[in-house]
């Protein structure tokens, strides 16, 4: 049996002729003459090595093989069509996966904002989200585990790339019966001497750097007294007296009532979103990031 040649026209051509056993008709319903559909189904007939349609002058009928064939055809078809749809939605980036991690305090700003928008736009999307340190990140992207991923501070590292980045103005995070709380506004060298709560350096070397080169980079391990590994802890530590902090804008949402969040002067923080080198030539990511982007430029953060 020589099935090469056999296509999925073939199989099209077929399935019409056996609903309406009709020559004439089923090459109307094709936008066929008749005669290329007769060639069409001797061709198929000759591969299968078999008689689909018994023929008389005055019918057209199936034959025990046709009958089998109807029920294949039609299930090959349809998962024919059900497969180059979705590569047709993928191609476009609505069908995939999307894997994304963010630094917790990027959650505070208008990450969630486009997750919804992503969401609501492409349902298809297998999306999953992850928070992690900036730290954990970039190991994630340098590993491949995630597709992309947002985190404060610049990162040299030759194997990521980043696609969108940003600046956020700083708060320093000061209780609320401390005399810098009276201020409207702070500059960096006001905080300086003062016991600090912060996260360790490896969570976030970056933003880490950040925070050191406002107060100095010399003097700011000694000024941290009190660590800890999340925001929420952070305030937390500030409202009992255990130091004072700074932050990037968005973190000013948590426990307002607990302490007191003063802009710094002349002082940001910068956020991005990262990845591996080419990523962003993915169709999934693509449209993403291209959200995103949309998102943060409207300055809603």
Known sequence: MDLQGIELSHLR??????????????????????????????????????VLFERSSRSTRLSAAGELLLQR????????????????????????????????????????????????QY?????????????????????????????????KDPELETYLQWREEMVAIVPKDHALARKTRLKA??????????????LGPAFYDEVAGLLGKAAFDGMVAQEARQWSSIVSLVSAGMGISVGPRPVASLLPEAVRYVPLERATTTARVAGGRGGGANPVLARFLALADEIYRSGSI
């Open 13 to 50: 051509y077929f399935v019409v002729l056996a609903e309406e056993l009709h020559f004439g008709r089923a090459a109307g319903r094709l936008h066929m003459a008749q005669p290329p559909l007769t060639r069409q189904i001797q061709l198929l007939e000759r591969r299968l090595e078999c």
């Open 73 to 120: 055809a039609r299930a090959i078809l349809a998962e024919a069509d059900s497969t180059f749809q979705t590569l047709r939605s993928a191609g476009r980036g609505e069908e995939g996966h999307l894997a994304v991690a963010t630094a917790p305090s990027l959650m505070l700003g208008a990450l969630p904002r486009v997750i919804q928008a992503y969401r609501r």
């Open 123 to 155: 349902p298809r999307i297998a999306f999953r989200l992850t928070e992690m340190a900036s730290s954990a990140i970039l190991q994630a992207l340098r590993a491949g585990s995630i597709d992309v991923g947002f985190v404060r501070g610049l990162d």
């Open 189 to 202: 060298a006001q905080l300086r001497g003062e016991p600090f709560v912060f996260f360790p350096r490896d």
